[in-house]
């Protein structure tokens, strides 16, 4: 973990207990104190809390969540069993840059996507449509950065689990490309992992950074372009999007937790797993 990651968790750390996410974050950050240097015990809290949660999801936005977790975690398994080195990557990543790469650590992006989704859910039911939009694209961006190096990562163990030659090179490639190549390699191996692209959209996250998209409020139309090509989705189809991946966060890090737990952890650690995550893990394990 390199310094600027250091001060950024601590700084964090100063939100939470500062009331920057809410009195929920602090009870809870205030739990995760008494378990301090005890790994297994928070990864376990972290997994058993993102179960609890869960259940308060909206109906139709559950499947989606689940998902995107389970599907992590399968895609881990696949690849651990050709090379655990290169599975490890998912886990690794998260705080440190993989092996011989720079710029591939996630944290900082998944601390900007959790930080816009909490804005976003803020701002969710305001009035103030102006502010409403400027959130939500900013979510917009902070989703598909992360994304964009979730999916190189996600390659590399796809390939790995298939015997394809791979290559952390495709790390740095851009982020349309890697959409591009993560369709198709699905498509070619009848892999049911769409769930990871469906809310991945390049040319949306470069016209947000390039300031080449507008409302069209009136007919609630979101216009935008990018490489002179143009595009447009409803608004409703926009903050629709928004609202699916505020749980993404704790999806990625409950199901990084949960490797953790089967890399570090005993046979009675992961027996204090829920018992719904236990069922899904002895079928794909």
């Not at 720079?102 to 305001?126: M, P």
Request: proline share 2%; glycine share 6%; charged share 20%.
């Amino acid at each position: 973990m390199d310094k600027q990651t250091k001060n950024r968790l601590n700084e964090i750390g100063k939100k939470i207990m500062g009331g920057a996410y809410g009195k929920g974050a602090k009870d809870t950050a205030l739990v995760y104190d008494n378990l301090s240097g005890q790994d297994i015990e928070i990864f376990l809290k972290t997994v058993n809390d993102f179960y609890i949660k869960r259940k308060k999801v909206d109906v139709e936005f559950l499947p989606i969540i689940d998902t995107f977790f389970q599907t992590l975690l399968i895609i881990y398994v696949k690849a651990h069993e050709k090379d655990p080195g290169i599975a490890e990557y998912l886990v690794i990543s998260y705080l440190d840059n993989i092996p011989g790469t720079q710029g591939t650590a996630l944290f900082h992006k998944y601390s900007d996507f959790v930080d816009a989704g909490h804005a976003f859910k803020n701002v969710i039911k305001t009035r103030d449509q102006i502010l409403l939009w400027e959130v939500a694209k900013k979510l917009t961006l902070n989703y598909n950065e992360f994304l964009n190096g979730l999916l190189g990562i996600l390659l590399l163990l796809i390939k790995c689990g298939l015997e394809l030659k791979c290559s952390t090179t495709q790390l740095k490639a851009p982020y349309g490309s890697k959409i591009h190549s993560f369709k198709q390699l699905i498509d070619d191996n009848n892999l049911p992992y769409d769930m990871l692209v469906k809310f991945a959209n390049s040319n949306l996250r470069n016209s947000i950074a390039h300031g080449t998209i507008w409302l069209d409020s009136e007919k609630a139309i979101v216009n935008y372009t990018n490489r002179n090509e143009s595009y447009s989705i409803s608004l409703v189809e926009f903050l629709t999007l928004n609202a699916c991946v505020l749980h993404f966060p704790n999806a990625y890090l409950s199901s990084i937790a949960t490797i953790a737990i089967f890399m570090k952890g005993t046979r009675e650690d992961k027996y204090k797993l829920p018992t719904e995550l236990l069922q899904f893990l002895s079928k794909i394990l």
